[in-house]
């Protein structure tokens, strides 16, 4: 099954300060301090200088109290030092890297307790990294392939009202020093299926860039068709 996440950026609107989300949804970013340049991989991305730059989305409210969720991150670690945020929201979901033991951490904080999961990633190199929890199971992904799960804890995820923040936490610590070619959030659990596809068609691409236009659900297309420089953008909700 498709799902269709309730955050999706890609920054191919090169606004380094309106962090457009494409889900329609009405949860835009507001960025501060980060700067937006064409990924290596597709369509633009958002550098994050480890330090007090971000991006708030505010006080989302769809994973309070729920049952399920899925953080899908296509991200690259560039080199500092520390423990410093990538995401989060505080006592909801904290995501960050250690750049002494070279790992991306997850922690989700549900009825239970605190759920756990790690995995290494490599300085410099492009990673899609997914996070789902549901039925008591957290798992993070690398490329695809399932890394590492904490069954310890169960419930629903945890309810407050912090912003989520993409860098720096306010109050908390430094933004971790990281190129972000995309992010999706979602309050629903995304299947092998979806991840694989999520991989294999990335959002952000623009219609007239020799990419295969083969779509699926949640992926957002464009296009200069009418040649005056503006981009005209939609986000695919059906496909048959």
Request: net charge negative.
């Amino acid at each position: 099954m498709a799902i269709l996440p309730k955050i999706v950026s890609n920054f191919n609107e090169n606004d380094a300060t309106t962090i457009r989300d494409y889900s329609e949804n009405g949860n835009d970013g507001t960025g501060s301090g980060i700067t937006i340049a064409a990924s290596p991989s597709t369509g633009n991305e958002a550098t994050f200088n480890a330090a007090t730059d971000q991006i708030d989305y505010g006080n989302i409210t769809f994973l309070n109290g729920a049952a399920e969720m899925t953080l899908a991150l296509n991200l690259t670690i560039n080199t500092t030092t520390g423990d410093l945020f990538i995401l989060n929201k505080t006592d909801l979901i904290v995501v960050n890297y250690n750049y002494t033991t070279g790992f991306i951490t997850m922690q989700l904080f549900v009825n239970s307790g605190t759920a756990t999961v790690t995995a290494a990633l490599v300085i410099d190199t492009a990673y899609d990294v997914t996070f789902t929890y549901s039925s008591g199971s957290l798992k993070v992904y690398v490329d695809g392939t399932e890394i590492d799960e904490d069954t310890t804890e169960t419930g629903v995820i945890a309810n407050t009202d912090y912003d989520l923040l993409i860098g720096s936490s306010t109050g908390d610590g430094d933004s971790a020093f990281f190129k972000l070619n995309e992010i999706k959030l979602d309050d629903d659990e995304a299947t092998q299926a979806n991840i694989n596809a999520w991989i294999a068609e990335p959002n952000g691409v623009y219609t007239d860039s020799g990419v295969d236009a083969g779509f699926v659900v949640g992926d957002v297309i464009g296009t200069n068709f009418g040649g005056d420089g503006e981009v005209l953008t939609g986000i695919v909700s059906w496909v048959d």
